[in-house]
């Protein structure tokens, strides 16, 4: 069985939000299999690839959902040859996004 590649990356953020951006490489295909992170105030979260094109969206609702972000056994896969970038679009202080996934 071939080894899989993978990849994962973290963005911290403030007020304004944070993006964690895995880098575009020609000929490769990005699959989100996990977002993770916190933040501190109710937020947009997204998937997108390329840059500015949503291609899985969801909330964080912190009077529901708590400070924590987790959205595991996820499939969303990234345009190929383009970057794919994990976002959280805003808190009152402190933020906090990671993608992790495979490379095809």
Do not use: Y
């Not at 080894?3 to 020609?26: L, P």
């Not at 000929?27 to 500015?52: L, Q």
Request: net charge negative.
């Amino acid at each position: 069985m071939a080894d899989i590649d993978r990849f994962s990356v973290t963005a911290a953020g403030t007020d304004s939000g944070a993006t964690a951006t895995q880098t575009a490489s020609a000929g490769s295909t990005f699959v989100v299999t996990n977002i993770s992170g916190h933040g501190d105030a109710d937020s947009a979260i997204t998937i997108e690839s390329p840059a500015s094109t949503i291609i899985w969206e969801g909330k964080k609702d912190v009077s529901v959902e708590g400070l924590p972000i987790e959205h595991g056994g996820m499939n969303v896969t990234g345009a190929k040859g383009a970057a794919i970038l994990g976002k959280i679009a805003a808190s009152s202080a402190d933020c906090q996004i990671t993608i992790s996934g495979v490379i095809k």
